[in-house]
Nanobody
Framework: QVQLVESGGGSVQAGGSLRLSCAAF????????MGWFRQVPGKEREGVAA????????YYGDSVKGRFTISHDNAKKTLYLQMNSLKPEDTAMYYC????????????????????WGQGTQVTVSA
């Protein structure tokens, strides 16, 4: 059973930076697609960024392009999200997700494309 544990959330002022980490456990051979999603109360969970198993393909939500960078270290089974130039509208619970099925195009940033989820880490950006 794949388990995902996020860390690195916190409170920061607008314009600041945070780096989220997601440690993955429970698989030995094939690497999964991995992604970051976020959700605020009363709204649907939205895709932030995703990365292919080999790291060669990445997808970003329009609202974070140019500010956030997704990366992963397969040897450490750890996913990262570097968030720069943070805005108050980035405030949300951020979730790590993983899935072993192949993905094409924008499907990598869809909630329904992932079977495994972490518990989330809160990011709060103040004006």
């Amino acid at each position: 059973q794949v388990q995902l544990v996020e860390s690195g959330g916190g409170s920061v002022q607008a314009g600041g930076s945070l780096r989220l980490s997601c440690a993955a456990f429970g698989y030995a051979f094939s690497s999964p697609w991995m992604g970051w999603f976020r959700q605020v109360p009363g709204k649907e969970r939205e895709g932030v960024a995703a990365v292919s198993p080999g790291g060669g393909v990445t997808y970003y939500g329009d609202s974070v392009k140019g500010r956030f960078t997704i990366s992963h270290d397969n040897a450490k089974k750890t996913l990262y999200l570097q968030m720069n130039s943070l805005k108050p509208e980035d405030t949300a619970m951020y979730y790590c997700a993983a899935d072993f099925r192949p993905k094409f195009g924008g499907a990598a940033n869809l909630v329904t494309s992932y079977n495994y989820w972490g518990q989330g880490t809160q990011v709060t950006v103040s004006a």
